[in-house]
Structures are given as structure tokens and as C-alpha cells.
């Protein structure tokens, strides 16, 4: 059985910086994408940056923002995304997802076509 499990959210002032992970087990496939999303109140889920396990090809959410980075430690089951200079706006829960298939960038226009997803992590930036 797959699992996500996402931690380091919680409450930052704007301006601040935040690295959220996700510890991944269950995962029997060869390669898969994973990812980061995140879905504010009353909004749609939409997708952040995802990478390919087996390459760490990486994709971001287009307008590109380097506010956002994404990096994974294979050998620790980790992923993690890195937010710096964080704004209110960046008020959300935010999920970790993964699909056995390799559709880069379509994920983060369709997160709905990941297959599994953690709890999601609160993160709440104070203006």
C-alpha cells in the first residue's frame, strides 16, 4: 500500500521560508512521479513542481516562480519542497501525490490525475 506523509507546516510570518517533506514507502513501481500540490480554502487543487524518481527530471508550475524548489533523497524515500520568501497567499494545505506514469508537467495542470496522495500539511503564512 502506498503512503505519503508530509510534515514541516505550520505557521510563518511573510517574508520567511519553509521545507516541507514527504516520506513516501509502499511504492512498488520501477518509476513514478512525485509531486507537490496544494489546495487553499474554497480553491482548486493545483499543482506546484513534480519530478520523474528514476531521472529526477523536475517540473514547475508555470509562471515559473523560484520561490519554489523541489528535491528528493531516493535512498531516504524523501521528497521535499523547499518555499522560500513566503506570502499569504501561500495559505493552503499542501499534498505530496504520486502516479505510476511519467506525464511531467501534465500533472501540474491535471493533479487529479495522481493516484495517491498524503494528508496534506497545513502551512499558514501571517502577513
Known amino acids: 500500500e502506498v503512503q505519503l506523509v508530509e510534515s514541516g507546516g505550520g505557521l510563518v510570518q511573510a517574508g520567511g521560508s519553509l521545507r516541507l517533506s514527504c516520506e513516501s514507502s509502499g511504492i512498488v513501481f520501477d518509476d513514478y512521479t512525485i509531486g507537490w500540490f496544494r489546495q487553499a480554502s474554497g480553491k482548486e487543487r493545483e499543482g506546484l513542481a513534480c519530478l520523474t524518481k528514476s531521472d529526477g527530471t523536475k517540473y514547475y508550475a508555470k509562471p515559473a516562480s523560484n520561490r519554489f524548489i523541489i528535491s528528493s533523497d531516493n535512498a531516504k524515500n524523501m521528497v521535499y519542497l523547499q518555499i522560500d520568501d513566503l506570502k499569504p497567499e501561500d495559505t493552503a494545505v499542501y499534498y505530496c501525490?504520486?502516479?505510476?506514469?511519467?506525464?511531467?508537467?501534465?500533472?501540474?495542470?491535471?493533479?487529479?490525475?495522481?493516484?495517491?496522495w498524503g494528508k496534506g500539511i497545513l502551512v499558514t503564512v501571517s502577513s
Open positions: 501525490g504520486v502516479d505510476e506514469f511519467m506525464r511531467g508537467d501534465w500533472y501540474l495542470e491535471n493533479p487529479w490525475g495522481m493516484d495517491y
